[in-house]
């Protein structure tokens, strides 16, 4: 894969594991602290991040980069038995890749939903957008 362009849950997310499922109880606390914060990416790229994870997660640079490979896969709940470790390189090339608030709200608001719909805004603001006060 030399390009991937990820624009949103693609799947029903109700039976996500992992760690970061934790977090969907608390959507609407996380979107008001962000919005009171003007917190709008996750993780963006950066020079502090490259830095980072290209000194502490190279097998070539430090003995501690399958501290990586573990934070990654126990962060998004991947069965380590189903993936080809000799693709972590490339992935760990490009993560943290960083995503917008909105897109892990909608993520979380996909978990809780149990349904493939589009971002709520809330009641108000969805029938201003979308003419309904609950996503379709």
Same mark, same amino acid.
């Given at each position: ?6 624009? $949103? ?7 996500? %594991?992992? #760690?970061?499922?934790?977090?969907? %109880?608390?959507?609407?606390?996380? &979107? ?5 914060? %003007?917190? @709008?990416?996750?993780? #963006?790229? $950066? ?18 980069? #399958? ?17 080809? &470790? &000799? ?8 993560? #943290?890749? %960083? ?14 939903? $149990?349904?493939?719909?589009? @971002?709520? @805004? $809330? ?5 201003? &957008? ?7």
């Amino acid at each position: 894969v030399k390009l991937l362009i990820a624009l $949103g849950p693609v799947a029903f997310l109700e039976n996500m %594991g992992g #760690p970061l499922s934790l977090l969907t %109880g608390y959507t609407n606390t996380l &979107k008001f602290l962000t919005e009171i914060l %003007g917190v @709008y990416e996750v993780l #963006p790229s $950066g020079a502090f991040m490259n830095i980072l994870t290209s000194t502490m997660c190279d097998p070539a640079v430090t003995t501690v980069a #399958p501290i990586c490979d573990n934070i990654l896969l126990s962060l998004i709940g991947l069965d380590t038995s189903l993936m080809d &470790k &000799k693709l972590l390189p490339r992935i760990l090339a490009h993560t #943290p890749a %960083g995503t917008s608030v909105q897109n892990m709200i909608h993520f979380m608001q996909a978990k809780n939903s $149990g349904r493939f719909q589009m @971002y709520s @805004y $809330g009641p108000t603001v969805n029938v201003q &957008k979308i003419w309904f006060k609950i996503p379709s």
